[in-house]
Every structure is written in structure tokens, then in C-alpha cells.
């Protein structure tokens, strides 16, 4: 009962707990929840909500981009979301997993064994073979380096044969789906995508795109990709669209010339908001 007490007091000792007295129940189901998420950088009137109350419920097995106006929140949302910011206020959950008070240490460990990451830049390290690379995220997780599931996913992103490559040998459509095996190596909750494709040519860019889309409908997994791409968000089930950090906006099945008209009015709109002086959030916040 002590014990139970102790945990609670702690639990309320986070930021914006006085926001939420009872955390709500984790949903089954859910890759990833965001309920009341904030972000404020700055205090007082020079502060900056670059999230102003992120409520969010993905199910595991679906496919979501996130887009928005330059300085709409993305890159914030994404590093919250992926645990490697800490919101202001609010409950991000993981798999089910609350992660909004865990430790560095925690959420370390989190990340290795339980998102997959994508980025622009590939981010491989030239000097390991593709197949060490691929095997990367079970090594830091001190987890036994399981060849033969590199080699699944290598299959599955079709280099089987590129294992014993470096990355510098191949080319960056190839490097980008090692990057995605590596993703999918320890069959993550989640995996967080940032413009995977902004560095890729368009006919290479729909092959990492079909990749992904592959692992969500075949392998179960579930993908969260921001991109300022309407042709790259066209690939997802459905597109979240952020303005002055809140969501404004959502296509389930959008084709990239909806996604794109809708980007053009709420582009405008920030445009005509910040031409009017308007406050940050309240008027777009739907
Ligand atoms: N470290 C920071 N310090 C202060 N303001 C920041 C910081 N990071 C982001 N911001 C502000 O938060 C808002 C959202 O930024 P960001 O998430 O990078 O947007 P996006 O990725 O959509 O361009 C912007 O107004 C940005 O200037
Ligand atoms: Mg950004």
C-alpha cells in the first residue's frame, strides 16, 4: 500500500499531471496514444507551444503520415512521440507502455528494443557490413544477434544478397532499405519515420515507400512518417495535417493531389494568420 502510495506521488510530481489526475487506461489495440500532449519551449509571453494538445490513437497494422507547414510542429511531434523529447505536459504510450515518466536509461532500452527509426539521411555506419548494420539494434540491446533474422528482413527489402556489402557500395535507394530492414529487425511496436524519402530520387523514393507499405499490410507493423512529400503521404492510410502545433485537419486515402490542395489551404492559412497577428493555435485547432 506504501509502495503503491510512493509510485503515485511520483507519478503526479510530472509535468502536467495537474492536467490529468487519473491517467486514463492504456486502449488495446493501440501502437501509439498521445493524450493532452504539449510542448512549450520559453516561458511566459516569449513562449513557444510548439504542441498545443496532441490527442492521438493509432492502432497497431496502419500506415500514417504527418504533415504540415514548416514550423508546424513535425520534427517536435515526432520526437515526443518517439520518446526522445519529453513533452510538457501530457501521457505518450508506446505499445501500451507509458513512457511519459520513464528514465533516460528506460527510455533507451525502450527505443532499441521497441520503435524502429527511418531517416533522411540513412544514418548506417560505413564502416559495418549491411548485415551489422541490420543487426545493430539487437546488439545495443545486448540482445543475441539473431544472423538469421537479418537475413529474413534483408530478404524482405530484397537485398539478400548485399549482407556482406558496406554501405558505401551501394546505392542510396539500397541504403535506405537496409535502413529499413533495420527498422523492422526486432519487430518494433512502431516505427518512426522522418522524410524517408527526402534524399531519393522519385522512382527510388516509391520503392522505400512500397516498402513500408508492405511491412504495414503483410508484417504488422505500424508506421508513423513525417513528410512534407504529399506524393510520399499518399502511400499511407491516412495523413494528419498540424498547424501552429496542434492537429487541424485529416484525408484517410487521400491521393497525393487531394493531400497537396489541402497542404496549399492550410499553408495559406498559417500565412493569413500570421500576416493578421493572430495568436498561436486557437483559430485552426479543429
Ligand atoms: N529547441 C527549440 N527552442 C525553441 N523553439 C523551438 C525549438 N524547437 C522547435 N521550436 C519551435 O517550435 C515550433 C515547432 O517546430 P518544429 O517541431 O521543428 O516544426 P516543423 O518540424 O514542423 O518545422 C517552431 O515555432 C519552432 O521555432
Ligand atoms: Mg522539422
Known amino acids: ?20 489526475p487519473e491517467v486514463p487506461a492504456a486502449t488495446p489495440g493501440l501502437a501509439v496514444e498521445l493524450r493532452g500532449v504539449r510542448r512549450q519551449y520559453g516561458r511566459g509571453a516569449g513562449a513557444v507551444h510548439a504542441l498545443a494538445g496532441i490527442d492521438l490513437a493509432l492502432p497497431r497494422g496502419t500506415f500514417t503520415a504527418v504533415m504540415g507547414p514548416s514550423g508546424s510542429g ?27 515518466g520513464m528514465s533516460e536509461n528506460e527510455l533507451t532500452e ?12 540513412f544514418n548506417l555506419l560505413p564502416s559495418l557490413t549491411v548485415e551489422q548494420n541490420v543487426l545493430l539494434p539487437m546488439r545495443l540491446a545486448g540482445q543475441r544477434q539473431d544472423r538469421g533474422r537479418a537475413a529474413t528482413v534483408l530478404a524482405q527489402v530484397g537485398l539478400a544478397d548485399k549482407a556482406r556489402r558496406r554501405p558505401g557500395e551501394l546505392s542510396g535507394g539500397q541504403q535506405q532499405r537496409v535502413a529499413v530492414a533495420r527498422a523492422l ?34 508484417l504488422g507493423a505500424t508506421v508513423v512518417m513525417v513528410t512534407h512529400d504529399p506524393a510520399a503521404a499518399a502511400w499511407a492510410d491516412r495523413v494528419l495535417f498540424l498547424a501552429d502545433g496542434a492537429f487541424a485537419d485529416h484525408l484517410e486515402r487521400g491521393s497525393a493531389e487531394r493531400i497537396a490542395a489541402r497542404m496549399t489551404a492550410l499553408t495559406g492559412r498559417a500565412r493569413t494568420m500570421a500576416g493578421a497577428g493572430a495568436g498561436a493555435g486557437a483559430g485552426v485547432a479543429a
Open 1 to 20: 500500500m506504501r509502495l503503491r502510495k510512493g509510485k503515485r506521488q511520483k507519478a503526479d510530481d510530472r509535468p502536467g499531471a495537474e492536467h490529468r
Open 74 to 100: 513535425k520534427s517536435t511531434f515526432l520526437q515526443c512521440a518517439a520518446g526522445l523529447d519529453r513533452p510538457s505536459a501530457g501521457s505518450v504510450r508506446l505499445g501500451g507502455t507509458e513512457i511519459t
Open 110 to 121: 525502450l527505443r532499441r528494443s521497441r520503435l524502429g527509426f527511418v531517416f533522411q539521411a
Open 185 to 218: 529487425v526486432t519487430a518494433p511496436d512502431v516505427i518512426f519515420a522522418d522524410e524517408p524519402t527526402g534524399a531519393l530520387d522519385t522512382g527510388t523514393a516509391a520503392e522505400v515507400l512500397g516498402l513500408l507499405r508492405h511491412a504495414v499490410d503483410t
